[in-house]
């Protein structure tokens, strides 16, 4: 190896420790941290049965069987998880967004964050 190649290599090894030191990360081997994650990854999964069931009690009269809208009602299948969980939530907390918000806060309301995660799952993946 010559000496360029190693300066070359060194700089990359130093600017790859100093980015975490800057951004207070750490690299770590800590196994709670990684169950902490996967707890977190499944919670925001979410149930594709629980979301069903709950998507045809609430949402299915307006939206449709297929999530595509009907109407002023916008299609909300195929949406990305984050997305939908995000609009849910604003709902939710009464804020308006829409044309057709104050239906959709009243129906939002009573959701909880795991039926939220839920009916997300379900849209994102619901096939017709």
């Known amino acids: 190896m010559n000496v360029k190649t190693t300066k070359t290599l060194l700089f990359i090894l130093l600017l790859g420790y100093f980015g975490f030191a800057v951004s207070g990360n750490t690299p770590s081997n ?18 594709f049965e629980a979301g069903e069931e709950r998507y045809k009690k609430s949402c299915i009269n307006c939206h449709g069987a297929a999530g595509k ?43 909880s964050d795991e039926e939220i995660a839920d009916l997300a799952a379900y849209l994102k993946d619901v096939t017709f």
Do not use: C, F, H
Request: hydrophobic content about 35%.
């Open 30 to 47: 800590d196994e709670a941290s990684k169950d902490d994650v996967l707890k977190t990854d499944e919670a925001i999964v979410g149930n």
């Open 69 to 111: 809208g009907a109407a002023s009602y916008p299609k909300i299948s195929g949406q990305e998880i984050s997305y939908t969980i995000s609009k849910l939530e604003t709902y939710r907390d009464g804020t308006k967004i829409g044309p057709n918000s104050s239906l959709m806060i009243m129906m939002a309301k009573p959701l």
